[in-house]
T-cell receptor, first 111, second 115 residues
Framework: GNSVTQMEGPVTLSEEAFLTINCTYTATGYPSLFWYVQYPGEGLQLLLKATKADDKGSNKGFEATYRKETTSFHLEKGSVQVSDSAVYFCALRSNDYKLSFGAGTTVTVRA | EAGVAQSPRYKIIEKRQSVAFWCNPISGHATLYWYQQILGQGPKLLIQFQNNGVVDDSQLPKDRFSAERLKGVDSTLKIQPAKLEDSAVYLC?????????????FGSGTQLSVL
């Protein structure tokens, strides 16, 4: 079946540090890939997405590239801010149209 | 624009009691989802509706959980009777048509504690 494996947290960084959260997937067919974010006290919201191989999704300084050869969709940001502290979820949607989430990675950015 | 509305925000019950959650999706969204998020885990899909029909309920524990979406708009999720392991946040989400690349809009969730 479809599944997503993402880097375990928690991750603690200083402001302006580089952030990478690894995500790999197993899926039938050609899935769409997503990163959702949950800020403290708020609901889940879409951060970025990519719907086909080699696509790059980007938003708010975050980027992720859909790598079919390595079945990965790693999230990166070059310089994090305190406001980026949140839980990040990698997710995929394949031929069955079901959105499957990873376990989430908690990121804390210190000033 | 109004988002996905859920109520109540919090609920505390004892095991074997019943509980119901309500969701009002974004106007015009045909697809509605209920997810269960246990602490420290990613959300797990319980049921997906397309208008008022069920598309997927393969992970819904049907001996105790039920859901309906009357008139293809609002939805309720019920647990009867509740067990300790049902303690979780129950998230409702909606999307325009349910397409594979579509964005889901999530509500703030209902946090359920079963004592």
């Amino acid at each position: 079946g479809n599944s997503v494996t993402q880097m375990e947290g928690p991750v603690t960084l200083s402001e302006e540090a580089f952030l990478t959260i690894n995500c790999t997937y197993t899926a039938t067919g050609y899935p769409s890939l997503f990163w959702y974010v949950q800020y403290p006290g708020e609901g889940l919201q879409l951060l970025l997405k990519a719907t086909k191989a080699d696509d790059k999704g980007s938003n708010k300084g975050f980027e992720a590239t859909y790598r079919k050869e390595t079945t990965s969709f790693h999230l990166e940001k070059g310089s994090v801010q305190v406001s980026d502290s949140a839980v990040y979820f990698c997710a995929l949607r394949s031929n069955d149209y079901k959105l499957s989430f990873g376990a989430g990675t908690t990121v804390t950015v210190r000033a | 624009e109004a988002g996905v509305a859920q109520s109540p925000r919090y609920k505390i019950i004892e095991k074997r009691q019943s509980v119901a959650f309500w969701c009002n999706p974004i106007s015009g969204h045909a697809t509605l989802y209920w997810y269960q998020q246990i602490l420290g885990q990613g959300p797990k899909l319980l049921i997906q509706f397309q208008n008022n029909g069920v598309v997927d309920d393969s992970q819904l524990p049907k001996d105790r959980f039920s859901a309906e979406r009357l008139k293809g708009v609002d939805s309720t999720l019920k647990i009867q009777p509740a067990k300790l392991e049902d303690s979780a946040v129950y998230l409702c989400a909606s999307s325009l048509e349910g397409g594979r690349g579509e964005k889901l809009f999530f509500g703030s969730g209902t946090q359920l504690s079963v004592l």
